[in-house]
């Protein structure tokens, strides 16, 4: 089974702000980057689509997918960076507790948010999920960290090594593969 996992397209935020799970609207370009990505996937053809429910990616999803079935899944949100949600980064490593996260990010919760491990098990949740129905091609409209999160799981990368090599790009498809249960 191939899950095709496409990054929501550019956000009307400013460079350098955590927005994380806030409900953030999409930058002006987002006309071009759905045509862009809707030709490179013309001639494929998807089983099930699932979406996060944050309204970047349900927008993009029933953009390209008019017509069809979107499953809305909230385990497919970004991660809950609580009440840094909206800063800069510079403003949260500026707090004694933003700074101790940054060095430790991939055990620690955010300020009253979520940790990289709950994210892991809600989205490995997912996978295992869909890893039950009968489906050769999914498609898959999330958030950057929720594609690093698929694949951490799914190739059995550390999610230290994807921070630093794996960035995925805006209106970008990550494709992976997995295996269906017997």
């Known amino acids: 089974m191939k899950i095709?996992?496409?990054?929501?397209?550019?956000?009307?935020?400013?460079?350098?702000?955590?927005?994380?799970?806030?409900?953030?609207?999409?930058?002006?370009?987002f006309d071009e980057e759905s045509k862009d990505l809707l030709q490179e996937l013309q001639s494929m053809r998807f089983d099930a689509i699932w979406s996060?429910?944050?309204?970047?990616?349900?927008?993009?999803?029933?953009?390209?997918f008019?017509?069809?079935q979107?499953?809305?899944?909230?385990r497919l949100k970004e991660l809950n960076f609580g009440d840094w949600e909206m800063l800069s980064w510079?403003?949260?490593?500026?707090?004694?507790?933003?700074?101790?996260w940054m060095n430790y990010y991939q055990t620690l919760p955010?300020?009253?948010g979520e940790s990289y491990p709950e994210m892991v098990e809600r989205v490995s949740a997912?996978?295992?999920?869909?890893?039950?129905?009968?489906?050769?091609?999914?498609?898959?409209?999330?958030?950057?960290?929720?594609?690093?999160?698929?694949?951490?799981?799914?190739?059995?990368?550390?999610?230290?090594?994807?921070?630093e090599n794996f960035k995925p790009a805006y209106a970008s498809i990550t494709v992976f593969e997995i295996n269906k249960h017997d």
């Open 4 to 29: 095709y996992a496409i990054r929501h397209t550019s956000v009307n935020v400013e460079p350098g702000i955590c927005y994380g799970q806030t409900d953030v609207d999409v930058a002006g370009s």
């Open 52 to 64: 996060s429910p944050l309204g970047r990616c349900q927008k993009l999803a029933e953009n390209i």
């Open 66 to 68: 008019p017509g069809e």
């Open 70 to 74: 979107i499953h809305f899944d909230s």
């Open 90 to 100: 510079d403003e949260i490593y500026a707090q004694p507790d933003g700074k101790i």
């Open 110 to 112: 955010t300020k009253n």
């Open 126 to 163: 997912f996978i295992q999920e869909i890893r039950n129905i009968n489906a050769e091609n999914i498609a898959v409209v999330a958030h950057a960290g929720v594609i690093r999160i698929l694949k951490s799981v799914i190739e059995n990368i550390p999610i230290s090594k994807l921070f």
